[in-house]
């Protein structure tokens, strides 16, 4: 299956969980990958991936800090530059930090808006000017199960993922007779970086989490590729009937 033949595509947080993955596929299907991310190390370990499967000679890797304005100009508009056009944008970066929320400081609230939601729009905004020019371009975004669900310990990163879902319906909207589609997926009990340490507080009542089992694979984790599945299903032409919506991701766990 090649979907993505002729086709280019600009993943955030490429070094590692359902970016890295979301690369693969897209790099599998017959994709041209602009993978951005803020880790060079995690940056390197998809650029070996790709290598391995014998597709580096339609990777570009480059870093990024999605949550600083002057980063996301130079970095990414470089990047689409370079590559003449753009076709789909993945916004898989972010960050998950677990806290009290009484105890939750300013500081603590403000980056996680900067990087998860802030990051989004800049990244967004950078980007819509040659998706719209292609006629069919597609955003994908990162909302979460948290957005909907309650996550306990987790209401500043929840906030950020509602706010990605209300920005993508507004773009979908905005921009639909322009060609442009825009999606969010929510995943939830997936593999990555994120999930294996969220950093909860030390006296967390984890009996609060008991209801988050998802209901396939035994109540386990599913990997980051189930992921980048439904994305690149969501980008590609066989999505094309679909905008300003979510897909949760995540095994029944809020069923």
């Given at each position: 299956?090649?979907?993505?033949?002729?086709?280019?595509?600009?993943?955030?947080?490429?070094?590692?969980?359902?970016?890295?993955?979301?690369?693969?596929?897209?790099?599998?299907?017959?994709?041209?990958?602009?993978?951005?991310?803020?880790?060079?190390?995690?940056?390197?370990?998809?650029?070996?991936?790709?290598?391995?499967?014998?597709h580096a000679d339609r990777l570009t890797t480059f870093f990024v800090d999605i949550s600083d304005e002057d980063s996301v100009r130079k970095t990414v508009g470089d990047a689409i530059k370079a590559a003449g056009s753009l076709d789909v944008l993945v916004n898989a970066a972010g960050i998950l930090r677990s806290e009290h929320t009484h105890k939750t400081t300013l500081e603590f609230w403000n980056r996680m808006l900067a990087i998860n939601l802030t990051g989004t729009f800049l990244v967004t905004r950078e980007c819509l000017p040659e998706?719209?020019?292609?006629?069919?371009?597609?955003?994908?975004?990162?909302?979460?199960?948290?957005?909907?669900?309650?996550?306990?310990?987790?209401?500043?990163?929840?906030?950020?993922?509602?706010?990605?879902?209300?920005?993508?319906?507004?773009?979908?909207?905005?921009?639909?007779?322009?060609?442009?589609?825009?999606?969010?997926?929510?995943?939830?009990?997936?593999?990555?970086?994120?999930?294996?340490?969220?950093?909860?507080?030390?006296?967390?009542?984890?009996?609060?989490?008991?209801?988050?089992?998802?209901?396939?694979?035994?109540?386990?984790?599913?990997?980051?590729?189930?992921?980048?599945?439904?994305?690149?299903?969501?980008?590609?032409?066989?999505?094309?009937?679909?905008?300003?919506?979510?897909?949760?991701?995540?095994?029944?766990?809020?069923?």
């Open positions: 299956m090649k979907r993505f033949k002729n086709r280019i595509v600009l993943i955030t947080g490429a070094g590692s969980g359902i970016g890295q993955a979301t690369v693969a596929r897209i790099l599998s299907e017959g994709g041209t990958v602009l993978a951005g991310d803020i880790s060079e190390a995690g940056l390197e370990v998809t650029r070996s991936q790709a290598e391995h499967a014998g998706l719209l020019r292609s006629g069919r371009g597609a955003v994908v975004n990162f909302s979460s199960t948290s957005a909907s669900f309650a996550h306990p310990y987790m209401a500043a990163y929840a906030a950020t993922k509602g706010g990605i879902q209300a920005f993508t319906h507004a773009i979908a909207l905005e921009y639909a007779k322009q060609g442009l589609r825009a999606v969010s997926v929510c995943p939830g009990s997936i593999q990555s970086g994120m999930t294996n340490d969220p950093g909860l507080p030390a006296d967390a009542d984890l009996m609060l989490f008991a209801k988050m089992s998802p209901a396939l694979l035994g109540g386990g984790f599913a990997g980051p590729e189930n992921v980048a599945s439904a994305i690149a299903m969501f980008a590609s032409d066989d999505g094309k009937f679909i905008t300003g919506t979510e897909l949760r991701i995540d095994g029944g766990m809020h069923m």
